[in-house]
C-alpha cells in the first residue's frame, strides 16, 4: 500500500496570502495525485487531478505541482472561503489512498 | 447537472448489516466508475471499494473485503453497498463518488453507525 504523507498537519496563514501544502508518497505515483477541499459538513470536492490539472471551476489561484512521490498544492491570495481541510490522493495503484490532510487555518 | 444522493445509513449493531444505496443523475452512469470513501468521526477520508462501469471488475480494501459487496444496477442508476458484519470501526459517513481515475462528483453521504 502507497502511504500518502501531508505536511504540516495544521497551517495558519492570513487572507491574501500564499499557503504551500506539502504531500510525499512512500512510492512513485508517477503523475496520479489528486487534491481535494473538504469544508466541515461538506463532501470533499476535487481541486486538482494529475498532479497540476485544476478541475472545472477551479479558480487559478489554486495550483498543483511535482510527480514521482513529491506534490504540492499552492493556493495564493487567500480567501476566507479557502479556509478548510485538504487532502491528496493517489490513484496510481490499489487500494487507493490519502494523506492524512492538512487544515488550513486563519491566522 | 451531476447529483449524487446517498441513503440506507443509520445505527446498525455490531454483527449486523446495512445496504446503502447511491442514485446517480445528470450523467451517463453506465459509463463510468463508481466508488464508496468513507470518513469516520473526526478522521480522514478511506477508500472502501470501486466498481467498474460494466460492474465486473470490483475492488475492495482489505478491512472491508469479505463483509462488504458493491453493486450497480445500470439501468436504474444506482450504486449499492451492502455491508454484513459490521464492526465498531465501520462507523462513518459514507460517500458515494464517481471516477475516471480521480473522484470528481461526490455525494453528501450517509451516516452509518455501529453500536449496541
Known amino acids: 500500500e502507497i502511504v500518502m504523507t501531508q505536511s504540516p498537519a495544521t497551517l495558519s496563514v492570513s487572507p491574501g496570502e500564499r499557503a504551500t501544502l506539502s504531500c510525499r508518497a512512500s512510492?512513485?505515483?508517477?503523475?496520479?495525485l489528486a487534491w481535494y477541499q473538504q469544508k466541515p459538513g461538506q463532501a470533499p470536492r476535487l481541486l486538482i487531478y494529475?498532479?497540476?490539472t485544476r478541475a472545472t471551476g477551479i479558480p487559478a489561484r489554486f495550483s498543483g505541482s511535482g510527480s514521482e512521490t513529491e506534490f504540492t498544492l499552492t493556493i495564493s491570495n487567500l480567501q476566507s472561503a479557502d479556509f478548510a481541510v485538504y487532502y491528496c490522493?493517489?490513484?496510481?495503484?490499489?487500494?487507493?489512498?490519502f494523506g492524512q490532510g492538512t487544515k488550513l487555518e486563519i491566522k | 447537472e451531476v447529483q449524487l444522493v446517498e441513503s440506507g445509513g443509520g445505527l446498525a449493531q455490531p454483527g449486523g448489516s446495512l445496504r446503502l444505496s447511491c442514485a446517480a443523475s445528470?450523467?451517463?452512469?453506465?459509463?463510468?466508475?463508481m466508488n464508496w470513501v468513507r470518513q469516520a468521526p473526526g478522521k480522514g477520508l478511506e477508500w472502501v471499494s470501486y466498481?467498474?462501469?460494466?460492474?465486473?471488475?470490483?475492488y475492495y480494501r482489505d478491512s472491508v473485503r469479505g463483509r462488504f459487496t458493491i453493486s450497480r444496477d445500470n439501468a436504474k442508476n444506482s450504486l449499492y453497498l451492502q455491508m454484513n458484519s459490521l464492526r465498531a470501526e465501520d462507523t462513518a459517513v459514507y460517500y458515494c463518488?464517481?471516477?475516471?481515475?480521480?473522484?470528481?462528483?461526490w455525494g453528501q453521504g450517509t451516516l452509518v453507525t455501529v453500536s449496541s
Open positions: 463518488a464517481r471516477s475516471w481515475q480521480k473522484y470528481d462528483y
Open positions: 445528470g450523467f451517463s452512469f453506465s459509463t463510468y466508475e
Open positions: 466498481i467498474a462501469s460494466d460492474g465486473i471488475t470490483v
Open positions: 512510492q512513485t505515483v508517477s503523475s496520479n
Open positions: 494529475a498532479a497540476s
Open positions: 490522493q493517489q490513484y496510481y495503484n490499489w487500494p487507493r489512498t
